[in-house]
């Protein structure tokens, strides 16, 4: 079974960037759709980005949108989460999944996950 490992989180200032990579270990991503999560002290986990296994549809979250873009290389056995324009209320751990077949939005419906990455994001 495929094992997602996340990197890339850091510290930036507001209205900078960060690119968040997930990388598959113990196998691929072929034949997966990859999420992008993100929980935040004391609130939900929440949904913000998926990429489908085509790479022709992908998901983004209202809050989101328009700031981050994803992609995946399955070569390089990755999924990437590009992050412009950072506000503090990014600020969260971010998480990758995977599940086999289409995109899902709730965490739920995803079945492998990785330990996250923190991003913090100063105003």
């Known amino acids: 079974e495929v094992q997602p490992v996340e990197s890339g989180g850091g510290l930036v200032q507001a209205g900078g960037s960060l690119k968040l990579s997930c990388a598959a270990s113990g196998s691929t991503f072929d034949g997966y759709s990859i999420g992008w999560f993100r929980q935040a002290p004391g609130k939900e986990r929440e949904g913000i980005s998926c990429?489908?296994?085509?790479?022709?549809?992908?998901y983004f979250a209202d809050s989101v949108k328009g700031r981050f873009t994803i992609s995946r290389d399955d070569a390089k056995k990755s999924v990437y989460l590009q992050l412009n324009s950072l506000k503090p209320e990014d600020t969260a751990v971010y998480y990758c999944?995977?599940?086999?077949?289409?995109?899902?939005?709730?965490?739920?419906?995803?079945?492998?996950w990785g330990q996250g990455t923190q991003v913090t994001v100063s105003s």
């Open positions: 990429i489908n296994t085509a790479r022709n549809t992908s």
């Open positions: 999944a995977a599940r086999r077949g289409l995109c899902a939005i709730r965490a739920h419906n995803f079945d492998f």
